[in-house]
Every structure is written in structure tokens, then in C-alpha cells.
């Protein structure tokens, strides 16, 4: 294989702006899909991976157009994910920027261009859907002018969907992206940008032979961690399975090697021959890190075994999921879950309850605090009820993001607005053009971990896009909050808030467990502690009615059922002490005050 | 052995917004075909055992006119009672007159059980029923009959703990030996329930049921909304409260007999034409158990211990989670019975999901 005649790309654009459509048309005109075999969206298709002996989703497809080898690489669309992307993107040589005529630039455009440009890419800017009624082309490509310096010609329009423009892409793919830059006579160093298990195999590696080349039966070592692994599998996806004997500098492709563990898997790790190892590792690895972080436990107690099978078994699939055992008072054993972001962990949270029918309940995410005792110790706090006694701390750090707030001029008072309320520091705001910017805030992370997107979409019409970058630790004046139910702290509970807000947060709190905690057979009294004082107070009443007042005729059958019916309905609650508590109550505790 | 009939006529004159029975409007030409149905339903089944009590509920029985009850009673005529018999026939506040109780009182009735509801005009407007000169009514009935009760429903739309207060004085000045108190229910497939019409607030609820049991001091408050005189108590309700079998005939009712707890299929033209269907639940001993509970604690007295233990070769106290809500003093025991505290019985539900 010619190594000038190699095109290594991805496509990046906001979600929704046609991204798998392109993939989709681009895998028909390069033929390697006919027409009539052609599914919507094939590159998202799992059933013809399926029917084609290969259970997981290859996210680069290697395709043939006019004498050159395409290597279409696919990229996780979602902010959690954007380490990954930016893995992804380092297997690359070009990107193709895409943006929908009808919506213009958004936070994902911005936040992908910009990956693009760390990892060197040469970038095609196109604007895609110009079929479309409402498109507005001279709009859309005086954005892409103003804010990333293209120039006109540059810009290539597209109709993914009738295929306008798509050849014209293909073409300017060949004349601009750059051949790989490799030498395939130097010692192996191959790029690791995704991986995935497969039941049969093992665990596949999605890579890029940046230098040398590797061969089936190579003993190879990952860098960052030296496990070392014989070579069983090669090969590429056309997107049908194709098994090769080596891989060389510059190409894409799988490798298997009897990996039993997805956790040896580093995205970003370099693999070299263990023969002949490579001296330096490709740079831009960084371990991978959890932003988040919540307790996971059974609603049955005798279900935890189940869940850390449950556990075990979703972390084959997804290095990035992390667990530890934990006990709370409240709600017994769980484990301690740390996640990518809060999309990661609503996955996680959907697919226990589905694919492995446990109920769980899920306490509020909590971000990394850091602390810092008066004996100068330092400590990482991810759990609000492990917090220390307020007398022993020096100082606590929290983790601040830098937002990209898109969104037209007339809604920048509502933004504005809603990042002070969540303890914002304005930065500044860039003209996309006369019509829309681009807000930046420094905020803690905490404060968007809710519902902040929700309301970021509800102030703007849902106009506004976001995204956003840590930007690392600051001090704050924090204080933990207790809630005790019935007189006792329900640990699970617990919460870090800001000193100014938490009277505020206290009574907003206490307020809404009192909403959603059913009426008990005896009063419950909710309270908000900070320390040992007590900041607000509310009485869950007395339940007052629940009784069959009459038997008709003596149906009793029918009573049974509706008394079992009860009894379903409690089944589903948490028994904390005496009282009985919807298990949602944990994670809606986020939800006040804020 | 079983001891007990209850016996279902589905016509009524006026349907009201409340009622989920099973119902159909009066249609003379159905009357005689169901009353036949009836009787082949009865002679299939009963197996000649001497009756404590029959009740015939509905729908409206009264609605039916002189000949039409005459042939419901000559179905009741084969039915045996004992000397200490009850046996009681719903009546609407409307349909009495003399000669239908006196036809009543000759064919062995001898309680009357008269849904009055309320003395509101708004009240029975919203409960779909029309407005009576109630006491002229009782009086004709007491010149036949003295075991009589009357029903009365609150928790009504709109309605004040005033409102309720006024009517139970009516009620009281009655001097009825029985009283039967519903809170409203608003159950699916009514008007009510159509016209979305929402419960009242709990605590209202609540505080009216304290007001029922304050001002019925004189009488025994023996079920959740049952209050009688002594003696009074109901013994049709207190067949299903202690668990024993019964027969229910007629379309839609409910019988109990050989454990097995069935209800006779809502459909009246299948039933007109002899085809009795059912909805069947065979009550285990375990469920027979349940049961126990889920009843026995309607009562304000509770389950008897020695019967229970008797009848079920086991301590009741050692049986499902007895003791922990004796300790929470939530059940108690009081004459060798085991109760409801009366501050929970308003509540009972959440208590009896514990038998469940």
C-alpha cells in the first residue's frame, strides 16, 4: 500500500447536523454500499455488524475512491466523551467540519474545530442541508469566515441527503487532506483510539500505525502500562469485516489479541513490539479521568451482589466506568460510581435497570473536591458525606469550567442571568456575527450538574447550544449540608453548597422532600443542618386517609387487589429508619434551590 | 358450612353519578327473564343449608314493581332460615309505600336498609338522586319494620364540616337503630369520575370521620363505617368481615364457597340467557390466612385470638410482622382480640398491605 494514496479523516459537526447522513453517502458514492444495500445511517447500524460475524460497532470504515484508501473515522458526538474525540481525531489527517445551513455554528462546531486544530488536522469547512427551505448559506458561510478564518472558496456546500456537493467533498478530500506522514522502516508505534469487547474475541483495538508496521503474531506491549499480548487478529472494516495479515505506518484498522480485560485498554496508549520497542510514546495520552461521581445501591439489599456483577460486566464494555465498594447508613452497601460526565452516567444507570432488571438508586452526582486539612494534609473528596468536620479544614477547592454559551443576541440578559444565579463569573462573549455569540463564564462544575442544561434550553426557546472546558480548581466557601428525616442524618442525603446559598438550598430542600416523600403513618420531621444548627425545618403530616370505606356486596377479591396494589407501590419505596422514601428523592435534591 | 345469600338486582330507576355497582336501567322486559335466570342460579347451587341471613342488594330491588317482587320472593321462599335469622332488602327512599314493605314483611324481611345519603338539596344533586321528604318515608317504614338502616355519604364535593354536621343531626333525629357512613369514592366508569371530579382534601376527609364518630356516640361504632345500636349490628357485613362463606347470586355478585371467592360476570344478556360466567380466585389456606386479617380488622373490635388460633392451629401473634406493630402500638389487644388502635383504622390500608 501506497502510503501517499492514504486519507485519513473524520467528520465533526454539532449533533444533528448530519453527520451519519454524510457517512451514509459517502459510503454509497465510494461504492462500498451499493444503494439498495444501503440502510440509513450504516455506520450506526449494530444488526449488519451483527449478521456480519462481528458484534460491536467499528468506527472506521476504509473505503476506495479514484486510486486512493479512505479511512472514515467516526467520532462520540457528546462533550462527556471529548477525550475520545480528540483520540479519534489523532488518527486523522484531515477533518470535515460540518455545519447544517439552517442553524449556522454551534458550541459543538466550535469545541470540535478546535480539537481539530490541537491534533493539526487540515480542515474542510462544508455547510450541509442547502436543500433545505429555511437554509441560509451566505449566513452560515460568513460565520465559518469570521470565526475560523476560511475563506470562500474554501467552503464546499452539501446536501447529504440528495447527494449535492458530495463528490465535489471526495475530491477535496484527495487534494487537501495530507497523505499520513509515518515511516513505515521505523520501530512500531501505533495509535490505541478506541476499543470495544466482543464476546467471541475479546477485546477489539481500533488503531492507527503511526510508524512500522505490525504483523499477526507480533508480540506487542502497550506503553503506558507494558502488558504485553500476542498479535491473533488483524484487519479492517468496508464496512464489512476484512482480516489482513499486517498493518502498516499510516493505515487504519483492528487488532484482537485475546484481551480478556477492557481496562488494559488505554484510549490514547501507544503500542510498540515488544521485541524492538519504540523509545517515545505518541504524545496526547492522558489517563482518563471521572468528572463525577454517585452512589449506586440496590433498592433490595439482597440485590448487591447482582449489581456488582451488573457493574463488572458494563466495565468489560466501558473503561471509563468506575466503582468501589461503599456503605452508607441510609441505604447500606453500594458502590461509589465515577463517571465521564452526567450523560455517562445517566447510561450507566439505564442500562443496569434495563439490561440487567436491578433496581438501583442513584444519589446525587457529586464533582471532586479537594481539601485541604489544618494539619496541611490534602485530600479528594468525592462523596459529600465524607466531607470533614468543619473545624479541621483549612481551605476547599472545587472544580471550575469555561462555558461556550451559543445562542442569538436577544437571549444574552436570560443567559447572563442564569449563570449568576449558579455563581458565575462573567468572562467575555464573541461575535459570531451581528446575530449570535458566543458567552463564556467561568462556573463550578457543580452548579451545571442538574438541570442547568434544561434551563440554559428553556430561557433560549432552545436556541442556545453549550459547551464547556475545565478549566481546573478554585478555592470556594463551601459548608456541608445534612438532612436528617425523623431526627436522624440520612447520610446519602448529605450535600456541598456555598455558604451564601445555603439557607436558601436548606429550605428549598427540606420544602421538596416534604413534596415528594409520601404522607406516613406518623409525622415526619425534615431538616437542614449545617454543623450543629439546625437552618430549616418542615413537618411531612401525618397520613390521614387510606381506607376502603365500603365492601360492595361483599367483593372482597377486589379489595385484595387493590390492597396488593399498594403493596407494589411501597415495594418501590426505600425504608430509611421508619419512614418510606421514593428512591428518585436522592437524585431530585439537585433540583432545588439552584 | 355456609350460612349466608346475597342476592343481586341490577334495575334501577335512576342511575347515580357515584355508582360503579353493577347496574342497568329498569327495563320491564328484562325483569322476568332475569328473575328466572335467578332462580335457576339459586336452585343449581343451594344446597338447602339453613341461612342466618339473605341480603337482596343492587342496583334497586324496591324498583321492582308488586308482581315482580312477588316472584323474587317466591325464589327467597325455598331458601331455609334459622330462628334468629336476618334478612334484609335494599330499598330506594323513593319506592316506599306500604303495600310494597307489607308484601315485604309476609315473604320474611325483616330489616330495611334505605340509602338516604344526605338531606342537602346541592349534596344530592351532585350524588345524581332527587330530593324526598325523608322522615314521611322512614315513618311508614318503622309502622312494618324497626331493624332498619339508613346510608348516608360524605366527603362530598364542596361539602363543609357544617354541611355534614346538619346532616347527622337529621340522620340522629331518625332514630334509626343502623347507620352506615361512606365516604365518597370516586371510582372509575361513574359520572363523577368522568366529570373529573376530585376527591376532597384528606385532612377534611379526616376530620369529617372524626366529626361521624363524635356525633354517633350513641351508637356502636362496630365497623370502619358501620354504626348500630346495640344488638343492631349487621349480620349480612359481618358474614364478609369474619371471613365465612356465602353465596352471591345474580349478575355481578360475589359468593364465597369452598374456597373459592367468585364474581358472577357483569354481562346481563349472557345471564338473561342462563350462562353463568365467572371470575374465579381459589383462596389457599395461606391467602384464607390473609384474608383473616384484611377482614378481621375492618372490625373496630378486631379478630377474635382464640377463634383464630383455634381454626388455624397457630399463634396469631407469631404470624407475619404482628408483633413489630404491636410494638409501634399500632395494633393492640384488648378481650383476647386483636385490633386496629382507632387512631390508624382511618388509615387501615396502609396497615393490611403488611398481610398482603
Known sequence: MNQDKIRNFAIIAHIDHGKSTLADRILELTGA?????????????????????????????????????????????????????????AACEGAILLVDATQGIEAQTLANFYLALENDLEVIPVINKIDLPNSDVDKVSEELINTFGFTKDEIILTSAKTGVGVDTLLDRIIEKIPSPKGNKNEKLRALIFDSAFDPYRGVVVQLKVVDGKIKTGDRIRFMSNNATYDVVELGYSNPKINKVNEIEAGDVGYLCASIKNISDIKIGDTITL???????????????????????????????????????KLKINDASLEFIPETSKALGFGFRCGFLGLLHMDIIKERIEREFGIDIILTAPSVVYKVTLTNNEELEI????????????????????????????????????????????????????????????????????????????????????FDYDLIGYKPSDLVKMEILLNGEVVDALSMIVHKDFAYDIGKGLVNKLREIIPRQLFEVPIQASIGSKIIARENIKSLRKNVLAKCYGGDISRKKKLLEKQKEGKKKMKNIGSVEIPPDAFLEILSVGK | MCKSVYIHIPFCKNICSYCDFCKFYYKKEWINKYLDSLKDEVENNYKKEVLNTIYIGGGTPSSLDIDELKKLFDITNNLLLNDKYEFTI???????EEEKLLLCKKNRVNRISIGVESFNKNNLEFLGRKYVDVKEKINIVKKYFDNINIDLIYALKDQTLKDLDEDLDKFIELDIPHISCYSLIIEEHTKLHNMKINPIDEDLDYEMYKLINK?????KHYEISNYAKEGYESKANLTYWNNEEYYGFGVGASGYINDIRYSNKKNIIDYMNKIYNKDIEYVSLEDKVRYEFILGFRKIDGIDIDLFNKKYKKDILTLFNVKELLDKKILDIKNNHLFIKEEYLYMSNEILVNFI
Open chain 1, 382 to 465: 468525592d462523596n459529600p458525606s465524607n466531607m470533614p468536620d468543619k473545624v479541621k479544614i483549612k481551605e476547599i477547592y472545587e472544580p471550575y469550567i469555561k462555558t461556550s454559551i451559543f445562542v442569538p443576541t436577544e437571549y444574552v440578559g436570560p443567559i447572563m442571568e442564569l449563570c449568576e444565579s449558579k455563581r458565575g463569573n462573567f468572562i467575555n462573549m464573541d461575535y459570531i456575527n451581528k446575530t449570535r455569540v458566543n458567552i463564556h463564564y467561568e462556573l463550578p462544575l457543580s452548579e451545571i450538574m442538574y438541570d442547568f442544561f434544561d434551563k440554559l434550553k428553556s430561557a433560549t426557546k432552545g436556541y442556545a447550544s
Open chain 2, 215 to 219: 356525633k354517633l356516640k350513641g351508637y
Open chain 1, 33 to 89: 454500499v451499493s444503494k439498495r444495500e444501503l440502510k440509513s445511517q450504516m455506520l450506526d447500524s449494530m444488526e449488519l455488524e451483527q449478521e456480519r460475524g462481528i458484534t460491536i460497532k467499528m468506527n472506521a470504515v476504509k473505503l476506495n475512491y479514484k486510486g486512493y484508501v479512505f479511512n472514515l473515522i467516526d467520532t462520540p458526538g457528546h462533550v462527556d466523551f471529548s477525550y475520545e474525540v480528540s483520540r479519534s481525531l
Open chain 1, 274 to 312: 515488544e521485541k524492538e520497542p519504540a523509545s517515545e510514546i505518541l504524545k496526547g495520552y492522558v489517563p482518563m479521568k471521572s468528572m463525577v461521581f454517585s452512589g449506586i445501591y440496590p433498592l433490595e439489599t439482597s440485590e448487591y451482589n447482582d449489581l456488582r456483577d451488573a457493574l463488572e
Open chain 2, 90 to 96: 335494599e330499598f330506594n327512599i323513593e319506592d316506599i
